[in-house]
């Protein structure tokens, strides 16, 4: 008889979530993130999903950062940035989300947010799917589409409050796929590694020709390895031109 392996469980690592991020998941979460990990770990088997597979990364570089960019909304409402209350979220979009990261997380601990997966491969897409019924996630629904002809699509343009991106590209080519699809005054969360004021002042001419402008940087150190990381928030303050995103792979190669 073939022994079906399965991973380590997260419990296996101490976090300190509130510590590192000021905020505790529920027993609850834990055990929907434990199911998460168990899916992935088990489709990764056949799909390309992801290199972070061991319980101690995934919980770090996978978890905890993907809950990073979620923060200003986990806190209570005393300890939230002011733009926090301007800025009411009700639909996400995570955009190039792959094995469902930042946004499966999302959909965990924040119930009453309406999660949009976007993918452009339809495997990855018939995973996330899967995982979302498993999972019980009704606020979830996954798209396979490339973010270049979604971003031009009137029934998704301007109508997310908040768009995520994690791992997907330079910040002016994050900025060109999102910032098309989020309501004015929307919020566009983008992952990074280092970030620096440099990077800032080379990124905001670029976002003034897509309607948007930085509205705030949010530094972090991984409670396990202390890698840096940045979250770095856009807010949308006019229309984006309709030129934009350009067409495919023309965001990416040539970057604003």
């Not at 150190?221 to 350009?246: I, M, N």
Request: aromatic share 8%; proline share 8%.
């Amino acid at each position: 008889m073939t022994t079906v392996e399965t991973p380590a469980p997260l419990s296996a690592t101490p976090l300190p979530w509130q510590g590192s991020l000021g905020w505790q998941p529920t027993e609850q979460q834990c055990q929907q993130f434990q199911a998460l990990y168990e899916l992935i770990w088990q489709a990764n088997q056949s799909l390309n999903l992801t290199r972070i597979i061991e319980p101690a990364d995934f919980l770090e570089k996978h978890l905890w950062d993907s809950l990073t960019g979620l923060v200003p909304w986990l806190l209570s409402a005393d300890d939230q940035p002011d733009w926090v209350a301007q800025h009411p979220i009700k639909s996400v979009l995570d955009i190039g989300t792959g094995a469902g990261l930042p946004g499966f997380p999302a959909a965990i601990v924040q119930p009453d947010w309406q999660v949009t997966l976007l993918d452009s491969t339809q495997k990855k897409v018939r995973f996330l799917a899967a995982t979302a019924a498993t999972l019980a996630l009704g606020n979830v629904r996954e798209i396979a589409d490339r973010a270049e002809y979604f971003g031009h699509q009137l029934s998704h343009r301007e109508q997310y409050d908040l768009a995520l991106l994690r791992a997907v590209g330079a910040p002016s080519t994050c900025a060109e796929y999102a910032l098309p699809l989020v309501r004015k005054g929307g919020i566009v969360g983008l992952y990074r590694g280092q970030w620096s004021e440099a990077d800032t002042a080379t990124l905001a001419p670029k976002l003034k020709r897509l309607g948007g402008a930085i509205l705030a940087v949010q530094p972090w150190e991984t409670p396990l390895t202390g890698g840096a990381r940045h979250c770095v928030y856009l807010r949308k303050v006019k229309t984006t031109p309709d030129e934009f995103p350009r067409a495919v792979g023309l965001p990416a190669k040539q970057p604003l």
